[in-house]
């Protein structure tokens, strides 16, 4: 018997596999196709804030990204890279942002980059810009595979979950407590307040001549350059599903598009690319995370039920890396200790706005 199942091998479930692991339960992880198989696989990994104005997703985000930093350095110093981070501006939408960013945020900027190649000061003095000296890229298939040292690996698809005399039938395995954290696919628990939406996401890692130092979001995101090799990586295709789209996603055309669009910010020069990484990240209707039990839909509005033992741990959208240590830690706390999550984050909070909405139609 297990303690806790996890379902999914992502960041969000090998985060919170690796709290609890540490917390000394004993954790079976499931994944259909292993571990960080999906949107985690195949994301840059960059760790940054959000430069917007201001509201409830950037402040847990910056506290998310401070959070994670000192988290992978301290516990998986091999898989982090530290490199300043240059976000520029593509429009002046954006540029407002940047602006209103500056002016609120207790990190430390550096106004002028001091170490970019000339063509990226050009770049950036021409738009408005943030350079950040305390910026991070982690190798995300890496560091999730070092979360999840200590559980029960299952490479295995879970089509249902069965619960009986107090525990969980997940495959062969019984488990007293489920996570569900299987990220855009498809779910296997249907409730109609959850709606997550998958977007489809393309890195490449490549080699080329050119050398930087920072890690840049612009057009795309673009890591520092290591012995000449690079990933450049965007989610951007809302359009493109792979559990649901019949013709398969065009590898050539996505690379040309990330290379086209790296060239914006930097002329890449010799260019091979080595290897392309592709898969979904989830977002919910409100841009912010999902953590926490799960409600049961009932017709009796009255009263919140929740499914036995099931959490999840979803919707960490273009930040999984820089949100899935924090997040996971509060959930591990409220597993073994019953603390409370943020009520911001708990998926009970889509269900009242459900409800509400249903009250309303009648
Ligand atoms: C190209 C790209 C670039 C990105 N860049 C960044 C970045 O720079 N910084 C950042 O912080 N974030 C970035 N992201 C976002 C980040 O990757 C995602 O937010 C994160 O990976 C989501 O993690 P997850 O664990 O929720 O989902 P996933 O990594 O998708 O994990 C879900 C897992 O569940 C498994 N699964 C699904 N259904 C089942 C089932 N029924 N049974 C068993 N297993 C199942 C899947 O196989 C999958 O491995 C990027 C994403 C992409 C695609």
Redesign the pocket.
């Known amino acids: 018997m297990y303690d806790v199942c996890v379902?999914?091998?992502?960041?969000?479930?090998?985060?919170i596999a690796h709290f609890l692991t540490k917390s000394g339960k004993k954790v079976a992880l499931?994944?259909?196709?292993?571990?960080?198989?999906?949107?985690?696989?195949?994301?840059?990994?960059?760790?940054?804030p959000k430069f917007s104005k201001g509201g409830e997703l950037k402040e847990l985000i910056e506290k998310s990204y401070l959070f994670s930093l000192d988290f992978y350095s301290q516990n998986f110093p091999s898989f982090l890279k530290r490199a300043p981070l240059l976000h520029i501006a593509k429009e002046e939408f954006d540029a407002q942002k940047l602006r209103a960013f500056k002016e609120n945020t207790s990190l430390k900027i550096t106004e002028t980059p001091l170490q970019v190649s000339q063509i990226l000061r050009e770049e950036a003095q021409k738009n408005e810009n943030v350079y950040l000296l305390n910026g991070g890229?982690v190798d995300?298939q890496g560091v999730?595979r070092a979360m999840a040292e200590g559980t029960d690996f299952f490479h295995?698809?879970?089509?249902n979950l069965v619960w009986q005399d107090g525990y969980y039938e997940v495959g062969d395995i019984k488990a007293k407590e489920v996570v569900l954290?299987?990220?855009?696919?498809?779910p296997?628990i249907h409730e109609p307040y959850i709606n997550l939406r998958g977007?489809?996401?393309?890195?490449i890692d490549i080699h080329t001549s050119t050398r930087t130092e920072v890690t840049m979001h612009h057009h795309v995101?673009i890591s520092k350059c290591e012995d000449g090799n690079m990933a450049i990586?965007?989610?951007h295709n809302v359009h493109y599903h792979p559990q649901k789209n019949i013709e398969p996603y065009d590898i050539n055309e996505g690379r040309e598009e990330l290379l086209k669009k790296a060239n914006l910010t930097i002329e890449l020069k010799n260019v091979e690319v080595l290897k392309d990484?592709?898969?979904?990240?989830?977002g919910s209707n409100d841009y912010l995370p999902l953590i926490g039990r799960m409600v049961e839909s009932k017709n009796n509005f009255d009263e919140i039920s929740y499914y036995p033992n099931l959490t999840m741990?979803?919707?960490?959208?273009?930040?999984?890396?820089?949100?899935?240590p924090y997040i996971a830690k509060q959930l591990c706390e409220f597993i073994i200790d019953g603390k409370d999550v943020d009520a911001f984050l708990m998926p009970l909070r889509f269900y009242k706005r459900y409800i509400k909405g249903l009250q309303k139609s009648r």
Request: aromatic fraction near 14%.
């Open positions: 379902i999914g091998a992502g960041v969000n479930g090998c985060s499931f994944d259909k196709d292993g571990i960080a198989a999906g949107g985690s696989g195949a994301a840059g990994a960059f760790i940054s890229v995300a999730c295995y698809e879970v089509k954290a299987y990220g855009a696919y498809e296997i977007i489809w996401g393309h890195r995101s990586g965007a989610t990484y592709t898969g979904l990240r989830s741990i979803n919707g960490v959208g273009g930040y999984g890396f820089v949100l899935a």
